[in-house]
């Protein structure tokens, strides 16, 4: 191997693949074979917990990564903590809740529903709430949107099942505080 040193090339590719890398991958770049790349990775990994840098190797998903130690995650809630989004309007969370309790819901059976544009399904999108679960047999095959596992996030839900029951077909009522 020519250039770099093991340990410099070893951490640039970690921290620059941001994915778990595997062996093989380390040893191509190190331009070594698998058992002398994954002692150069040991080695790396040794150097890493003695020097006490604020991350550590991790063996995952079948290659390696950079972490933070678990013992320091609590001191990084400062700067880790995502912004707050800006609340959503009563449009959004209406259309949020058609899509909610009547999935798949394509976007003219949620005008339909509501009397009104569902034009906020983009935002609920770029918020990562809903997504395109496929297409209606209906004329022209419109969108079927569906919510998202961070939309169960956001509400605290651990299933759909846990939404609370409608009164009928009147979303109203969900809207009030």
Known sequence: MSGPGAPALIGATLLAAGRPVTLAELARVLELGEDA???AVAVFAAALEAAALGFVLEAVAGGYRLVVPPALAPHLAPVLAPPALPALSTAALEVLAVIAY???VTRAEIEAMRGASAGTVVTLQE????KVVGRSAAVGQPLL???TD???MEFGLSALAELPPLEGAD???LLRG
Not at 127 to 130: D, G, H, K, P, T
């Open 102 to 104: 009547r999935q798949p």
């Open 171 to 173: 979303f109203a009522h």
């Open 145 to 147: 949107y569906g919510t």
């Open 37 to 39: 790349a994954a002692r």
């Open 150 to 152: 961070r939309f169960l």
């Open 127 to 130: 918020r990562e709430l809903v």
